[in-house]
């Protein structure tokens, strides 16, 4: 150990009850960040997987079709044209689905292509008729874009794969029409009416989902909204979900069709998650401010007191980087405690946050609390904590270093 170091933690325990404030708040301040940012972070991370595993990485739908507009290249009379894009505009559904899947297997990060019918219906039980949406699909191919089959609560896709009749309900539909598993109902879209069973009940935790999608084999969707050909869209799920906004771009120009990556169509609520991820870690570093306003006010009075001391370092030799240092040591030292014990609490209620109950539904299901540990967050927690009590410490330990033997000798040090 330095004698720098040595002198430092001789003026900490000089101020013991003042450096264990700053102490506790540089703990506090870290842990509570940490664990702040695991939650938010777990309940984001969590949005994501649910939205990816019902509605896909990326979706396609809409043709494109660009209106042209002719100008004369050398003003009024001239017979020479150019054609310029005026408009552009959307044509909805997708008229050969089987062409645009042949081109999304030259893309290298698409994992899977489901194609999907979807149209407008009337649910009628022997309790209560409602408006529905029902969505046509091929069951193999969505379960490879979706969480579909981990979302089944009662019943089971089995049925579902080898009888046609049967429709998939959301949870919430099925209570509003108090329909389960087996029961029959009727179906009515543009005057035609079908009769089908409950195969299974599926919950993915979103409300605007769970209350209004059917799903029904494709054929049978067909045969009810009357759309013998074609898709209303493709759904997709890639590889890297992060690289979905550039390859909806891509596809957008290859395909010319209309894409939205998961990105801009939760761009709200991810918005929301980043600002609520923000808005609590400015309120939980206020305990790093104090602890570093503490620890400028106790190294600020350790100067005050410790003049004698100062000019005697500095007349057996010490010079004015040792005695800066000597001060600057003294808040590392309760800056490596302090991100320790804040590390250490932070992963400590976190884990006792992940097992605390909490019931939500609506944007997603869970019974709990989602967290989501990452190393990331214990870097800025204590990056955090560094910045600020190191700034506050920089002012005592410059003043320390200004002060010269003689003038404490004559009392006229400043």
Same mark, same amino acid.
């Given at each position: 150990?330095?004698?720098?170091?040595?002198?430092?933690?001789?003026?900490?325990?000089?101020?013991? #009850?003042?450096?264990?404030?700053?102490?506790?708040?540089? *703990?506090?301040?870290?842990?509570? %960040?940490? $664990?702040?940012?695991?939650?938010?972070?777990?309940?984001?991370?969590?949005? *994501?997987?649910?939205?990816?595993?019902?509605?896909?990485?990326?979706?396609? @739908?809409? =043709?494109?079709?660009? #209106?042209?507009?002719? *100008?004369?290249?050398?003003?009024?009379?001239?017979?020479?044209?150019?054609?310029?894009?005026?408009?552009?505009?959307?044509?909805?559904?997708?008229?050969?689905?089987?062409?645009?899947?042949?081109?999304?297997?030259?893309?290298?990060? /698409?994992?899977?292509?489901?194609?999907?019918?979807?149209?407008?219906?009337?649910?009628?039980?022997?309790?209560?008729?409602?408006?529905?949406?029902?969505?046509?699909?091929?069951?193999?191919?969505?379960?490879?874009?979706?969480?579909?089959?981990?979302?089944? /609560?009662?019943?089971?896709?089995?049925?579902?794969?080898?009888?046609?009749?049967?429709?998939?309900?959301?949870?919430?539909?099925?209570?509003?029409?108090?329909?389960? $598993?087996?029961?029959? %109902?009727?179906?009515?879209?543009?005057?035609?009416?079908?009769?089908?069973?409950?195969?299974?009940?599926?919950?993915?935790?979103?409300?605007?989902?769970?209350?209004?999608?059917?799903?029904?084999?494709?054929?049978?969707?067909?045969?009810?909204?009357?759309?013998?050909?074609?898709?209303?869209?493709? @759904?997709?799920?890639?590889?890297?979900?992060?690289?979905?906004?550039?390859?909806?771009?891509?596809?957008?120009?290859?395909?010319?069709?209309?894409?939205?990556?998961?990105?801009? =169509?939760?761009?709200?609520?991810?918005?929301?998650?980043?600002?609520?991820? $923000?808005?609590?870690?400015?309120? /939980?570093?206020?305990?790093?401010?104090?602890?570093?306003?503490?620890?400028?006010?106790?190294?600020?009075?350790?100067?005050?007191?410790?003049?004698?001391?100062?000019?005697?370092?500095?007349?057996?030799?010490?010079?004015?980087?040792?005695?800066?240092?000597?001060?600057?040591?003294?808040?590392?030292?309760?800056?490596?405690?302090?991100?320790?014990?804040?590390?250490?609490?932070?992963?400590?209620?976190?884990?006792?946050?992940?097992?605390?109950?909490?019931?939500?539904?609506?944007?997603?299901?869970?019974?709990?609390?989602?967290?989501?540990?990452?190393?990331?967050?214990?870097?800025?927690?204590?990056?955090?904590?560094?910045?600020?009590?190191?700034?506050?410490?920089?002012?005592?330990?410059?003043?320390?270093?200004?002060?010269?033997?003689?003038?404490?000798?004559?009392?006229?040090?400043?």
């Amino acid at each position: 150990m330095s004698p720098n170091v040595r002198i430092a933690i001789r003026f900490l325990t000089a101020k013991k #009850s003042s450096m264990m404030m700053s102490l506790a708040c540089i *703990i506090l301040g870290v842990g509570l %960040f940490i $664990v702040t940012q695991a939650t938010t972070s777990g309940f984001k991370n969590y949005f *994501i997987k649910t939205i990816l595993g019902t509605d896909g990485a990326v979706r396609i @739908q809409d =043709r494109m079709q660009s #209106s042209m507009q002719s *100008i004369a290249a050398g003003g009024n009379g001239s017979p020479f044209e150019i054609q310029v894009q005026n408009s552009r505009r959307y044509i909805a559904g997708i008229d050969y689905p089987g062409q645009l899947r042949a081109m999304l297997r030259t893309f290298p990060n /698409v994992a899977a292509v489901s194609e999907v019918i979807h149209g407008q219906a009337t649910i009628r039980s022997s309790f209560k008729t409602d408006a529905i949406q029902v969505y046509g699909i091929h069951l193999d191919d969505h379960l490879r874009v979706s969480d579909l089959g981990s979302q089944i /609560v009662r019943g089971s896709l089995l049925d579902f794969r080898i009888n046609p009749g049967l429709a998939l309900l959301g949870r919430e539909m099925a209570e509003r029409l108090q329909l389960k $598993v087996g029961d029959s %109902f009727q179906l009515e879209s543009e005057g035609v009416t079908h009769r089908y069973r409950v195969g299974a009940i599926y919950e993915t935790g979103i409300e605007d989902v769970d209350r209004v999608r059917l799903y029904l084999n494709m054929e049978e969707a067909r045969s009810l909204l009357r759309k013998p050909t074609g898709a209303s869209y493709l @759904q997709v799920s890639l590889y890297d979900r992060d690289r979905a906004e550039r390859d909806a771009g891509w596809m957008q120009q290859a395909l010319q069709h209309s894409v939205a990556s998961w990105q801009h =169509r939760e761009k709200t609520w991810l918005q929301v998650f980043t600002a609520l991820s $923000v808005s609590t870690a400015i309120t /939980v570093s206020v305990f790093t401010v104090i602890a570093a306003l503490a620890m400028f006010n106790t190294l600020a009075m350790v100067v005050m007191e410790k003049t004698k001391d100062i000019a005697i370092l500095r007349s057996m030799g010490y010079t004015r980087q040792d005695i800066s240092r000597i001060f600057l040591w003294q808040a590392v030292i309760v800056l490596a405690i302090g991100c320790a014990g804040g590390c250490l609490l932070g992963w400590s209620v976190t884990l006792a946050v992940s097992r605390m109950p909490l019931q939500i539904r609506g944007i997603f299901s869970t019974d709990h609390f989602i967290v989501n540990y990452s190393i990331w967050h214990y870097v800025g927690a204590v990056g955090t904590a560094v910045a600020f009590v190191m700034f506050a410490s920089l002012l005592p330990s410059r003043r320390a270093a200004r002060l010269e033997p003689g003038d404490i000798i004559r009392g006229t040090a400043q």
